[in-house]
């Protein structure tokens, strides 16, 4: 008599069928949400980068107003300096306005702290 072997389908070889299908299932489902989690992680670098464009621009508007402003504080500095000094001041030896506070500077000193008491000749 020869000996006939159970076919593939028989009860004693689906648990390890299923076994190995719920694992297959199991890596495809991991791998799934690994392609979600890159996805949404892609979408939030195209959204830093279109951020970090719009703030680059941002800055370099700034940039350039920023320049025209010293250019026009360079030039009321230029003036003042010029005007103190056509007067003949035996006191002025520069004269300036701060680009930080935008306030007269003369001989280096606040203009605050070369008046006197009352007012006087700094005025």
Known sequence: ???????ASTPSRKPARVAGLKATIDA??????????L????????SIKAE???VNKAINAKSE????SQTLVDGLSTEFGRLLTSWNLPWVDTAVI??????????GQPVESLQAPGGGIAT
């Open 98 to 107: 701060d680009r930080d506070t935008y306030l007269p500077v003369v001989n």
């Open 28 to 37: 495809i489902t991991q791998l799934r949400e690994s392609w979600a989690r």
């Open 52 to 54: 970090r464009s719009r």
């Open 65 to 68: 107003q920023l320049k025209a």
């Open 39 to 46: 996805r949404t992680i892609d979408a939030d670098i195209r």
């Open 1 to 7: 008599m020869m000996a006939v072997s159970p076919p």
